[in-house]
T-cell receptor, first 108, second 117 residues
Framework: TQLLEQSPQFLSIQEGENLTVYCNSS?????LQWYRQEPGEGPVLLVT?????EVKKLKRLTFQFGDARKDSSLHITAAQPGDTGLYLC????????FGAGTRLTVKP | SAVISQKPSRDICQRGTSLTIQCQVD?????MFWYRQQPGQSLTLIAT?????????ESGFVIDKFPISRPNLTFSTLTVSNMSPEDSSIYLC??????????????FGAGSRLTVL
């Protein structure tokens, strides 16, 4: 069983559409991170959320940390082909654990 | 944040052989981490490489299979020993983004993609 459950596992959308991906856990985290990984590259940190209920925006990406600090969501507005990649959430209890990821494909 | 260089970036290996992956960081870091990413999967922590002491391995990973060296604060190696096709994965080196974030926020190398035939 994954400590962090991500959904959906795969998502294929058209350019311009909006989407939300989710990261859920039964555990409480002091912080959660979101990474994006493109083929042939390592994961790149997008954001860290720390406070329950926190919302952070990074251009067209909006990240939210649940009030209970057990879950997080990533919303992308007007997706572009450059958003294509594997989106990973991660959190640390004793060590850093990663969710299985959401593989997003944005078609032009 | 630190910049990480890994090599090789990719390799094709024969069953039964061993391969050493190198990780070079452009600044001194206390903790370095090695992760494995199997095809279509997420990241699994193999071990924490500690300078001046033996690496700390996660459950399911052993030193005989994945020996690690950490000769100084900027360099580490991971060897995948006696490889089998099940070892085909991307192996990633990572370090904390900065000293303030501790081990909770990481930056990664580009990874070493191993294919074992």
């Amino acid at each position: 069983t994954q400590l962090l459950e991500q959904s959906p596992q795969f998502l294929s959308i058209q350019e311009g559409e909006n989407l939300t991906v989710y990261c859920n856990s039964s555990s409480v985290f002091s912080s959660l991170q979101w990474y994006r990984q493109e083929p042939g590259e390592g994961p790149v940190l997008l954001v860290t959320v720390v406070t329950g209920g926190e919302v952070k925006k990074l251009k067209r990406l909006t990240f939210q940390f649940g009030d209970a600090r057990k879950d997080s969501s990533l919303h992308i507005t007007a997706a572009q082909p450059g958003d294509t990649g594997l989106y990973l959430c991660a959190g640390a209890i004793h060590d850093m654990r990663f969710g299985a990821g959401t593989r997003l494909t944005v078609k032009p | 944040s630190a910049v990480i260089s890994q090599k090789p970036s990719r390799d094709i290996c024969q069953r039964g052989t061993s391969l050493t992956i190198q990780c070079q960081v452009d600044s001194q870091v206390t903790m370095m981490f090695w992760y494995r990413q199997q095809p279509g999967q997420s990241l699994t922590l193999i071990a924490t490489a500690n300078q001046g002491s033996e690496a700390t391995y996660e459950s399911g990973f052993v030193i005989d299979k994945f020996p690690i060296s950490r000769p100084n604060l900027t360099f580490s190696t991971l060897t995948v020993s006696n490889m089998s096709p099940e070892d085909s994965s991307i192996y990633l080196c990572s370090v904390p983004v900065d000293s303030h974030s501790g081990a909770n926020v990481l930056t990664f190398g580009a990874g070493s993609r191993l294919t074992v035939l």
